[in-house]
Every structure is written in structure tokens, then in C-alpha cells.
T-cell receptor, first 112, second 114 residues
Framework: GQNIDQPTEMTATEGAIVQINCTYQTSGFNGLFWYQQHAGEAPTFLSYNVLDGLEEKGRFSSFLSRSKGYSYLLLKELQMKDSASYLCAVSMIYNQGGKLIFGQGTELSVKP | EAQVTQNPRYLITVTGKKLTVTCSQNMNHEYMSWYRQDPGLGLRQIYYSMNVEVTDKGDVPEGYKVSRKEKRNFPLILESPSPNQTSLYFC?????????????FGPGTRLTVT
């Protein structure tokens, strides 16, 4: 079966760095997405990794190791507005097309 | 503005009363999908469509129907809603169904079935 694990909750301090981990066991792996979702709002795209390594985008970076089934999202210089749920999603080859399987999300609270 | 729209945004209904949630995208995307989001369960796919007239079941299709007669629209139909379909629903679209592109999400529809 398909399985994606990420921590349920994390707390960090404004200005700090936080790393949100995601491990997955899926078949037909296309790539891994990270989305941000504020309470009651739609998920918004943060990053996409298809090859091993680090992708950097401003304060956000995402890392992928395909051999280990592991990814992390790194948030630097945390701001209060970064308080949100962070969703790890694996893109799989499915029925000749793509399918996105989501983890349950990590609720990040940023404290002053 | 490139966007995915959903209507209604909020809906309270009673068991058994048929309803339709509309979804429309203006980005000429081939791929569209419906998800439901429940506490502790994350986003789960209900149905998806690779292109016009091509739809398929996701992980939780029971109790739902969809159609894709036009590229831009992908309505979700609940023929006989039940309380276990109370949830937050999101429509999403993507340029193709290959899985290599991000999905763009609509604002969500919060449905309560009493």
C-alpha cells in the first residue's frame, strides 16, 4: 500500500529554523510536493522535488532522497505568518497518469 | 487572474437532498480532481479527470458522481448526501495528469449534512 508519514505538530520560535520531515512508501514514484495550508484555506504549492538533492526557494528549501524514501522541508527565518499546516504529497504513476497521495500534514505553530 | 473557483463555499443540507458543487478553472488545464479533507485523515481523492469525458475513481468515490463535459468544469454531485459526507471539499486542476506539475486548488466548500 501507499504510506506517507509526517509529524502531526511542531512548534518553533520566530526567527528560528525548522525542519519538517516526511517519509514515504509508494510505488511508481514521480516526485514529491510540499504544500502550505492555512486554516480553512486552500493548499498552496511550495516546492517540487523529482531528483535527489536540495531545492532552494527563498526562505524555503526542500530535500529529497529517493533511495531512502525521505524528504524534508526547511523553513528559515520563521515568521508568524508561517504558522500553518505543511502537507507532503507524493506523485505516483497511476493508471497511465499521475496521482497525488497526501500525508496528514504537519501543523506548525510559530511562537514570538 | 488564473484560478479555480468553487460554488457554493458553504452549504448546510439535509440527508438525502441531492446537491451539486461546481468547480471551474480558467487555465485550460487537462487534469482536474476532487478531494475531501477531514481531521486526522488529510486530503483524500474522490474522483479525477484526465481530460474531457475521461473520469476515474480516486480513493473514496462512494456516494459521489462527477462529469467532465467541458474542459473548464468538473462538478461534484452528491445524489443522496449522508452525514458522513460532512467535510471540507477541494477541487484542483493541473496542466496535465502526468503528476509532474503542481495542482492548483480552489478555495474549498464546507459541506454539512444533517
Amino acid at each position: 500500500g501507499q504510506n506517507i508519514d509526517q509529524p502531526t505538530e511542531m512548534t518553533a520560535t520566530e526567527g528560528a529554523i525548522v525542519q519538517i520531515n516526511c517519509t514515504y512508501q509508494t510505488s511508481g514514484f514521480n516526485g514529491l510536493f510540499w504544500y502550505q495550508q492555512h486554516a480553512g484555506e486552500a493548499p498552496t504549492f511550495l516546492s517540487y522535488n523529482v531528483l535527489d538533492g536540495l531545492e532552494e526557494k527563498g526562505r524555503f528549501s526542500s530535500f529529497l532522497s529517493r533511495s531512502k524514501g525521505y524528504s524534508y522541508l526547511l523553513l528559515k527565518e520563521l515568521q508568524m505568518k508561517d504558522s500553518a499546516s505543511y502537507l507532503c504529497a507524493v506523485s505516483m504513476i497511476y493508471n497511465q497518469g499521475g496521482k497525488l497521495i497526501f500525508g496528514q500534514g504537519t501543523e506548525l505553530s510559530v511562537k514570538p | 487572474e488564473a484560478q479555480v473557483t468553487q460554488n457554493p463555499r458553504y452549504l448546510i443540507t439535509v440527508t438525502g437532498k441531492k446537491l451539486t458543487v461546481t468547480c471551474s478553472q480558467n487555465m485550460n488545464h487537462e487534469y482536474m480532481s476532487w478531494y475531501r479533507q477531514d481531521p486526522g485523515l488529510g486530503l483524500r481523492q474522490i474522483y479525477y479527470s484526465m481530460n474531457v469525458e475521461v473520469t476515474d475513481k480516486g480513493d473514496v468515490p462512494e456516494g459521489y458522481k462527477v462529469s467532465r463535459k467541458e474542459k473548464r468544469n468538473f462538478p461534484l454531485i452528491l445524489e443522496s448526501p449522508s452525514p458522513n459526507q460532512t467535510s471540507l471539499y477541494f477541487c484542483a486542476s493541473s496542466p496535465t495528469g502526468t503528476g509532474f506539475y503542481e495542482q492548483y486548488f480552489g478555495p474549498g466548500t464546507r459541506l454539512t449534512v444533517t
